[in-house]
């Protein structure tokens, strides 16, 4: 059939095709080539994906534990930094209209997330991007979509001053800030060897601090660690299709993802090329429709998906994956199989870790909000 030609190149995939049959028929024939192929290969049929198949715990190695901290030696971490970086998270005053927070985008109760297709920001002006999770971020080689910034303290300067999400910028940040003796003060504390501690740079660094202690474990995790019957049967034959269906050349490590750029329609151009990714940053061939892999943790909680968010419905997300990136077209049980896999990536959040803080009043040096939308005519709209 078409796919085994597309197989042919992708020899970790190749075990599945034998099995499956093609576009998500559900009687697909059990394992119809597996005869002559290691008992593993049966993995991707419909049958297996339903009865209990053990997983080799060597193949785990690609994955790994949430570690417990992220550290950064350019950005040392302290209580008082943490929580200074807590409060300008939830600060709306550092946006132009004060209505805009990084919480009102990257919520902390629905998974770092808003839940919609692309972020409404200043002036309910709409970017072009869907807002990722800024749970485990910092784990993230790269930050943005397109890998534009480097780390999670550059990152966060960067939506302060967008246009089309906060709107502000450096001198009315400083002087909202300094306006507030008890955010003055923070600032000295967080950033004892600095003359002029209220700056952008340290408003990034200071939330940086902050997004670095959003890091949730889960059953995943116990499962990682040894624990077999974190997992159920069901969620185990899921992260079988995953792994036999090669998904976990992009999406491995702490975050399941997060720790690459790879092309979007690596192996069937993807449909929609009006992003091009990287390309949009570097102007360079090679980089068009690179994007970041995500993170597949708590993935059933952030729909919708994509840079654009153009998928609602996480099982759609999978089969396009499988067929763009992988070149399978898998059927319905697998389809469902691996969505009960991303399922058990999903983590209890504390709730003291989404709590909003107390923050500092106004004075009447503050500067007042300014509702006037902001041109956005050639703008940066990417978002962040
Ligand atoms: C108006 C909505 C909006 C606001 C406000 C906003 N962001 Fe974002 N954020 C986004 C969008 C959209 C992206 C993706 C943009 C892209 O990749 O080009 C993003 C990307 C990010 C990323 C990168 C995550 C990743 O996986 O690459 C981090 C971290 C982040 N934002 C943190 C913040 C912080 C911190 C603030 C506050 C200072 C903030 N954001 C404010 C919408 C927003
Ligand atoms: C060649 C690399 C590659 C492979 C293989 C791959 N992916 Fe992806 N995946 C990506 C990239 C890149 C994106 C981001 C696409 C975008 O920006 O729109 C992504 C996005 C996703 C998303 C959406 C997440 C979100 O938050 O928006 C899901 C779900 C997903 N992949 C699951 C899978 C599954 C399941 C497989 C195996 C069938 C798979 N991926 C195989 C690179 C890959």
Redesign the pocket.
Known sequence: MKRALVFASLSVLTVLLGCGDSGGQKTAPAASGSAKKPAASAAGSAKAASGPKPIDRKNLAVFEQLPKESKSDKNPATPAKVALGRQLYFDTRLSKNHDVSCNTCHNLETYGVDNKPVSEGHGKQKGTR?S?TVYGAALHTVQF?DGRAADVEEQATGPIVNPVEMAADEKRVVETLTSIPEYKKAFEESFPDEKEAVTLVNVGKAIGAFERTLLVSGKWDKYLAGDDAALSQDEKNGLSV?MD???T???GGAMVGGNML???G?VKPWTDEKDK?KFEVTKDEKDKMF????T?RN?AK?AP????GSVSD?GE??KK??FH??G?E?SADEIKA?VAF?GALTVEIPAEMTKAPELPKSTPKTPKPDPAVASAAGEEKKGG
């Open positions: 869907n990722p979509w995953f269906s090669g998904c050349s992009c999406h790879m092309k979007l690596a990714g994007f970041k892999v995500p597949l993935v952030t998906y994509f840079h654009d996480l997300a999978v994956m499988a990136q992988n399978l898998i691996v991303l």
